[in-house]
């Protein structure tokens, strides 16, 4: 066994409390996400997104956040991988955003539905060039002989809408999650942490403090 006992940090850097944090689960994550995108503007969206197959078994993944509003969270993937195959069976899923430089993390949970053709078309126009191309080339999560195989499907993309505006591929598109339960964690000293757990219900959110 690889004892790892010994490796421990003190979480000291700040507080979380009820009384004075936002009243909207929303209102507070666009707080932290604004505090977390000032301190590391390389990736502040980066997210863990997890879902379960059809026996039940989570998988996770890193995917990008690339927008939120009050409607929820939105994120874009191949619609035939193996995340958009378990959303098709279980639309319940799990983000959770992981920003340690504060010693914070948030967890959301909620249902995951497709986001309107033309939202996808609007994004997807405003991705890098090869960024589109990849779209179109990659039979994400299915088995690939090798890289270079890759590589020549991508050149023959290339090839074939050099000149021309890329077609959204009809298996690529955004997802919206959207949230019914949002917990927000700030790390405190011998692992008294703060958490508040917020719920949605008819009406609006609740709030709660729960035990570290």
């Known amino acids: 066994m690889v004892d790892l006992f010994d490796i421990r940090r003190e979480y000291t850097q700040g507080r979380l409390d009820e009384t004075t944090a936002a ?18 503007p390389d990736e502040p969206t980066v997210m863990t997104l997890a879902s379960c197959d059809s026996v039940g078994q989570p998988w996770q993944r890193i995917v990008l956040l690339k927008s939120y ?16 195959q378990h959303f098709a069976e279980n639309p319940k899923a799990s983000l959770h955003f992981s920003w340690l430089a504060q010693e914070r993390q948030v967890q959301v949970q909620g249902t995951v539905s497709k986001i309107s053709r033309e939202e996808t078309e609007a994004y997807f126009h ?16 299915q088995p690939l002989e090798n890289r270079a195989v890759l590589e020549s499907i991508v050149a023959e993309f290339s090839e074939q809408y050099e000149g021309a505006e890329i077609p959204v591929p009809d298996h690529w598109g ?17 692992r008294l942490h703060d958490r508040l757990e917020y719920i949605h219900e008819e009406g609006g959110w609740t709030k709660v403090r729960l035990n570290p």
């Open 69 to 84: 509003d009050e409607d929820g969270f939105i994120f874009f993937t191949n619609y035939a991988s193996n995340k958009g």
């Open 126 to 141: 405003s991705r890098p060039r090869e960024s589109q191309i990849g779209a179109c080339a990659s039979k994400q999560s």
């Open 23 to 40: 009243n909207n689960a929303l209102t507070q994550f666009h707080a932290w996400f604004e505090a977390q995108k000032s301190l590391s």
């Open 174 to 190: 955004g997802y919206r999650l959207s949230p019914t339960r949002l917990e927000f964690w700030q790390g405190g000293a011998a």
